[in-house]
C-alpha cells in the first residue's frame, strides 16, 4: 500500500530487507555446520505454510530456503498438514522433492537435518529420542524458536536457532 500511493518509507524498506535476509538464515546455518559441503545430503522440513492454520505460501520462507537447498544438489522431504498442494501447484513434482501430509516424521526418515519453518502445533512437542534414531547428522535447525535448546542436546540432538548461541553442551 505504502508504494501504491507513492511515499517511501526507509523503516519499511529495513523491515523488508531484515525479513528477506531471515529466509535465508537457517541455509546458511546449514552450510555452516557442513563447511559448504552439501551435495548428496538430504533435509527434512516441517512447515511450508507462510504461517501455521493456512495453506497459503505465498512469500513463505520455505521458498527460498528450497532454492537455495536445490541449488546445492540436497534432496528435500517436506511435512505439512495443510500447504503441500500449493508447492507443488508453485514448484511442480521434482524428484529432489518429497511430500507428506499425514506423519510428519516420515520426512525425517532417512533426512541428515530437521529445518523447523512454520511451527504448526503438531511440531511443538516432537519425540526428541524418535527424531535422534532418523537423523543421520543428529542436528535440528530451529527457524521459529520454539524448542529448548539444552532439553533438544540433552536427548542428543545438536541445536541451532536464529539468533541463538550454539548448543549449550557439544556433542
Not at 8 to 28: P, W
Not at 49 to 68: Q, W
Not at 99 to 111: F, K, L, N
Request: hydrophobic residues 45%; charged residues 25%; proline residues 5%.
Amino acid at each position: 500500500m505504502q508504494l501504491q500511493s507513492g511515499r517511501y518509507s526507509a523503516l519499511l524498506e529495513q523491515v523488508m530487507d531484515i525479513n528477506e535476509q531471515k529466509k535465508e538464515t537457517l541455509f546458511r546455518k546449514l552450510w555452516a555446520h557442513f563447511a559448504g559441503e552439501l551435495a548428496g545430503k538430504t533435509v527434512a522440513i516441517w512447515g511450508a505454510a507462510f504461517k501455521p492454520g493456512t495453506a497459503r505460501i505465498d512469500h513463505a520462507p520455505v521458498l527460498t530456503l528450497l532454492e537455495a537447498l536445490w541449488a546445492q544438489g540436497i534432496k528435500v522431504q517436506l511435512h505439512d498438514p495443510a500447504a503441500v498442494p500449493a508447492l507443488h501447484a508453485l514448484v511442480g513434482e521434482r524428484d529432489d522433492l518429497r511430500t507428506y501430509t499425514h506423519d510428519p516424521y516420515q520426512a525425517c526418515e532417512g533426512a541428515d537435518v530437521l529445518m523447523l519453518v512454520t511451527e504448526w502445533k503438531t511440531y511443538w512437542n516432537p519425540d526428541w529420542h524418535r527424531l535422534g534414531s532418523l537423523l543421520n547428522a543428529k542436528l535440528v535447525l530451529d527457524g521459529r524458536n520454539i524448542y529448548d535448546p539444552e532439553f533438544v542436546a540433552s536427548c542428543g540432538l545438536m541445536y541451532r536457532g536464529i539468533g541463538r548461541r550454539a548448543d549449550p553442551k557439544t556433542l
